[in-house]
């Protein structure tokens, strides 16, 4: 039926709800919503407790402006609430909830929910024609408004901790969920060692085995029970020889993780306690359980799941602003560091697949569901959990691994991952200890399987790392240390100075024939500034720390009206402040690739006045430290302070070195072993092959890739020592509508 269109003066009406399990980075979602629609425009209103919200209507579906949304952005949970709604699954349910939207002149929804809030939002679209019939007949709504309302137009965002949407690679919580979890496994870990017990942990995942799998890497677990992979008969056996072999192979302490779903191939359960007891009476063994539970879902979300979830609700909301009349459901989300919009029933179906496939025994197009990297992320943990069956013979190939650059954490997780993938492959491993400087003086040590236990989860760099490119000078020396070493192949992990000396070494190898040999650069730079990958290892804890440090100094600013100038790491790339500012929730962001002139700080100025002026009472300003030379941090706090009289103070913080410190986290660690398996498959196709040939590693749009070191330079600005496309600068679009209120 063709009906009128929205008469143009009108305007557009969007309302946000969360529904079904919540998820922390939930928030972070509802307030890019509704600040984002407000800039296009629309009005946006907020739908209390799910879907129960539509069918109460009343307080259920309030109007929202720009603070209803304000200082949400590190609350845990959801603040508009969630609800598992029966009402809305019934016909006379979905009856009221429609009536209540066309009440309120919305016909544009953003559900963040789990895939079965998004069955659910994508049923009431379906039956939406239908219920309009039925709302006229009832004759309690204008007949006008609901000509007006043909459609009902939906996108969806997923929020699960669980990470379980096919299709999507990350979903809102998840990565706050692995933060508790493997947390949880570093604090059982230390304790573990101390009395070299063994500990079964388990986690969430009725029908996903991402927490399980995922943390099993980061959290260096020795076995792991996941219900796309339901072991064979006799797991239990094999279970506790891994356990024995981990200890020969010098593990202090045991850990099992056990996802709550996780099943034999019979479908029986494999609980926590029955595992215990398997350990115990097989081994011998101290055991303990421990059940995370709800601490998996509650709590400040991490970085991730705020400047991610603000971008995803950015373009869900705009995604339903310009959609066409008859657009059918999609959901956003997202590949890598891009995003994508998927049809919302497709997702939905191939979700629903994965445990129909479990219960027909084929696990492996379960794991295939999940995605390429989850298969991939299995082949790696059982590689780098289980000690190797056999020692790397006499004549073996030595790789060596160097640090170079500034410290990043996750360096020791990258070393830890290459000793023992390395050995899988046959090889032996040596450590340079130093960085270039080490290995020009002959500082470089065997590392055995059991050298780098407890290595995965420690910030810093056991091996140590040094600044300091390689001068022609130190060439010989360091091909001396080669030749005698006898090494075969260079896995160099570490920031733009460990590039520049790989690729040195590498232009001279036709004077130094040592250096003809296969060498692969690994990223690690908390500035996340390396060319040939979207992320390098250190950028995702460095950003936990600037939002952890940003959350403590708005807190201290909450009794007064303040204005932070905050000064983050980065040298000339602008990607930490950037992110930063979009996970601590700044209303402004300096960065030098867009450099700053005294109309910006005029204007800024005149902003801040206006905003004090109206009852703000903080004002976060984050500069990057390269932003401008002359207009430094201190310039900038002492103009505003200066040109805000009474109106409000403003203080000044170097966040300095925390940037650099911390444990790892999840996602570096994760990031840490894949770049390094992949630089360790590299390596031996090389020698393999007897080719020589180096290259960098990274991640693109969700992809490994490898970047040939002749080519390594080619899109980088080398005088400022960043990429010169970087894919984040298109979210500074986004920190503007999350933070800038239309005047
Ligand atoms: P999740 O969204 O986390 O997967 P649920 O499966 O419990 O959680 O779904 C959340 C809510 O979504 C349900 O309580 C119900 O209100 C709504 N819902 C789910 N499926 C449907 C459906 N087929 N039709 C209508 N509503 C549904």
């Known amino acids: 039926m063709s009906s009128p269109a929205r008469p143009t003066h009108l305007p557009v009406r969007i309302g ?22 407000l800039r296009l425009g629309a009005q946006m209103f907020l739908i209390h407790e799910g879907y129960q919200g539509l069918v109460d209507g009343g307080d259920g579906i309030t109007p929202a402006d720009w603070d209803s949304v304000g200082s949400i952005l590190h609350r845990g949970g959801t603040i508009i609430g969630t609800y598992r709604s029966k009402d809305f699954r019934t016909r006379p349910g979905q009856l009221k909830a429609a009536t209540n939207l066309l009440r309120h002149g919305i016909d544009r929804l ?25 709302v006229r007949e009832a004759g309690e709504v204008d007949p006008e408004l609901i000509d007006r309302h043909p459609d009902l137009i939906i996108a969806g965002l997923v929020g699960s901790i669980d990470n379980d949407l096919v299709g999507t690679d990350q979903t809102i919580g998840a990565d706050s969920a692995l933060h508790r979890i493997v947390d949880a496994l570093d604090d059982i870990s230390s304790t573990a060692a101390s009395h070299q017990r063994s500990f079964v942990v388990e986690v969430m995942g009725r029908h996903c085995g991402y927490l399980a799998l995922m943390s099993a890497i980061a959290g260096t677990c020795d076995f792991s029970l996941i219900p796309e992979q339901p072991p064979p ?35 029986n359960p494999i609980t926590a306690e029955y595992v215990k007891d398997q350990i115990a009476e097989r081994l011998g063994e101290d055991t303990r359980v421990t059940i995370l539970g709800h601490v998996q879902r509650g709590g400040s979300p991490s970085a991730y799941d705020r400047w991610m979830s603000t971008w995803l609700g950015y373009v869900a909301v705009k995604t339903v602003f310009e959609a066409a009349p008859g657009t059918p459901s999609v959901v956003i989300g997202n590949r890598g560091n891009t995003i994508i919009e998927i049809p919302l029933m497709e997702a939905v179906a191939a979700t629903r697949q994965v445990p129909a496939l479990i219960d027909q025994g084929d696990y492996d197009r379960a794991v295939e569901l999940r995605g390429s990297s989850f298969a991939h992320m299995h082949r790696i943990f059982r590689a780098m959990s289980e000690p190797p069956r056999v020692r790397a013979d006499a004549d073996a190939k030595r790789i060596a691994i160097v640090h170079a650059g500034g410290l990043a954490p996750g360096m020791n997780t ?23 400087p080490g290995l020009a003086d002959g500082n470089v040590r065997p590392l055995d399987w059991g050298d780098v236990e407890g290595w995965a989860g420690l910030g810093g760099a056991e091996l140590g790392t040094r600044r300091r490119v390689p001068e022609i000078e130190h060439l010989y ?51 996340n500034n390396l ?189 400022f020592r960043r990429p010169r496309r970087q894919w984040w600068l298109e979210l500074r679009a986004v920190l503007q509508a999350v933070a800038e209120e239309p005047r």
């Not at 990258?414 to 270039?436: C, N, P, S, T, W």
């Open 16 to 37: 946000v709800l969360t529904s079904g399990g919540d998820a922390p980075g939930m928030n972070a979602a509802v307030r890019a919503v509704v600040r984002a629609g």
């Open 233 to 267: 008969d006799g797991w239990e056996e094999r279970m506790c020889a891994e356990l024995r072999r981990g200890r020969a192979a010098g593990r202090r302490e045991s850990m099992v993780i056990v996802a709550e779903g996780a099943t034999d191939r019979a479908g």
């Open 414 to 436: 990258a070393a830890h991952a290459a000793v023992r993938l390395g050995i899988e492959e046959g090889f032996q491993m040596v450590g340079a200890v130093g960085g270039f």
């Open 110 to 134: 953003v559900v963040i929910g789990g895939d079965g809030s998004l069955t659910g939002a994508n049923a009431f679209r379906e039956a939406w024609p239908d219920l309009l019939a039925e």
């Open 531 to 719: 060319p040939g990958s979207e992320l390098s290892i250190g950028s995702d804890t460095a950003l936990n720390e600037i939002s952890d440090a940003l959350d403590r100094i708005k807190q201290s600013a909450s009794a007064s009206r303040r204005c932070f100038v905050v000064e983050t790491m980065g040298r000339h790339c602008g990607y930490l402040t950037l992110m930063g500012g979009l996970a601590g929730g700044a209303e402004r962001v300096y960065l030098h690739e867009d450099g700053v002139t005294l109309a910006d700080l005029g204007r800024d100025v005149e902003l801040l006045n206006h905003g004090f002026a109206h009852g703000r009472r903080l004002f976060l300003a984050i500069r990057n430290e390269e932003a401008n030379p002359l207009y430094t941090t201190d310039f900038m706090a002492r103009v505003f302070e200066e040109e805000g009289g009474d109106l409000f103070d403003v203080r000044q913080a170097i966040l300095g070195h925390l940037q650099q410190g911390g444990n790892p986290s999840p996602s570096d660690r994760l990031l840490a072993t894949q770049l390094v398996d992949f630089g360790i498959d590299t390596l031996k196709a090389q020698l393999e092959a007897g080719g020589d040939a180096a290259c960098s590693v990274g991640t693109l749009a969700g992809q490994l890739v490898a970047t040939p070191m002749e080519r390594m330079f080619d899109d980088a600005d080398t005088v």
């Open 477 to 527: 020396a360091i091909g001396r240390v080669l030749e005698n070493e006898r090494i075969d192949g260079l896995l160099v992990i570490g920031g733009w100075n460990a590039y520049l000396a790989a690729n040195l070494l590498w232009r001279e190898r036709d004077r130094y024939p040592a250096f003809r040999i296969p060498m692969v650069c690994v990223p690690a730079s908390i500035d």
